[in-house]
């Protein structure tokens, strides 16, 4: 008898993943933002207990071409992946690989330390890392007798 583990938040991450998709398809053209992301890169976020670590998959995409920005609390990453040019002589069978641009936002807690965010890019994985600020102490304040 085989024993098969059931890890039902998996289905509501999956479907979690494929809204974020097509709403990022169907955003208004109001939203200059939005409207750029022809695809969504997936994400992981990790919290250590230092930093938090974002690693997004972008296999294809050029270092060079991606964007890392943080304001009032917000990470932005953007960038764009370039399709591949074709020759007229090869018939195209079948087209999966999504080229064009990709925007994501994520917000971070009043603890990171903006200031000293870095990123790297290697093997079409991006890795994010944010450093936490060191936790302030609450202080035991003394009542006097008057």
């Known amino acids: 008898m085989n024993l098969t ?4 938040w998996s289905i509501v991450d999956m479907l979690n993943r494929d809204l974020d998709r097509l709403a990022a398809r169907r955003m208004p053209a109001g939203d200059s933002e939005a409207a750029v992301s022809d695809w969504l890169p997936a994400v992981d976020v990790i919290e250590e207990k230092d930093r938090f670590v974002l690693r997004a998959d972008l296999p294809g995409v050029d270092p060079a071409d991606i ?13 764009q992946r370039l399709q591949e040019s074709r020759s007229e002589d090869v018939g195209l069978q079948r087209m999966e690989r999504v080229s064009g641009r990709f925007f994501r936002r994520f917000s971070l807690p009043d603890t990171t330390d903006a200031e000293n965010i870095k990123a790297q890019c290697r093997n079409g994985i991006l890795e994010v890392s944010i450093p936490k600020l060191p936790e302030i ?3 035991r304040i003394e009542v006097e007798a008057a």
Do not use: W
Not at 5 to 8: G, L, Q
Not at 67 to 79: F, K, N, P
């Open 5 to 8: 583990r059931f890890e039902p």
């Open 67 to 79: 964007e890392v920005s943080m304001d009032a609390g917000v990470l932005s990453i953007a960038g």
């Open 137 to 139: 102490q609450a202080r």
